[in-house]
Nanobody, 127 residues
Framework: VQLVESGGGLVHAGGSLKLSCVASGFTFEDYAIGWFRQAPGKERERVTCISPFDDSTFYEDPVKGRFTISSDSSKNTVYLRMNRLRPEDTAVYYC?????????????????????WGKGTLVTVSS
């Protein structure tokens, strides 16, 4: 099982980035895919989650209306479109996979629920 993130970089506040998470080694539709982030000196926090099986999603309040998660099962890829970025969005962003796919709800989605992790991609938002 492998998850590989890409798309991070440096962007000015108000700008946009699109992250990608390519999954391999498992049946894509059998898993939920989530994005987490960890800022310097802070704990890892959840950001958003999608179940490719039915496209159900969950978003943390700070990113609602600014971030959009989507999936392309033909490419085994989950995307995170981030608009109106803020300096406080600066972090290493990780994608992670969890069984079962129904984990993308507030009461279940979290780091402890995830089975596999990528190595992360750094997003830096300058003010």
């Amino acid at each position: 099982v492998q998850l590989v993130e890409s798309g991070g970089g440096l962007v000015h506040a108000g700008g946009s980035l699109k992250l990608s998470c390519v999954a391999s080694g498992f049946t894509f539709e059998d898993y939920a895919i989530g994005w987490f982030r960890q800022a310097p000196g802070k704990e890892r926090e959840r950001v958003t989650c999608i179940s490719p099986f039915d496209d159900s999603t969950f978003y943390e309040d700070p990113v609602k209306g600014r971030f959009t998660i989507s999936s392309d099962s033909s490419k085994n890829t989950v995307y995170l479109r981030m608009n109106r970025l803020r300096p406080e969005d600066t972090a290493v962003y990780y994608c992670a996979a969890a069984v079962p796919p129904g984990v993308c709800v507030d009461t279940m989605f979290g780091a402890n629920a995830m089975n596999y992790w990528g190595k992360g991609t750094l997003v830096t938002v300058s003010s």
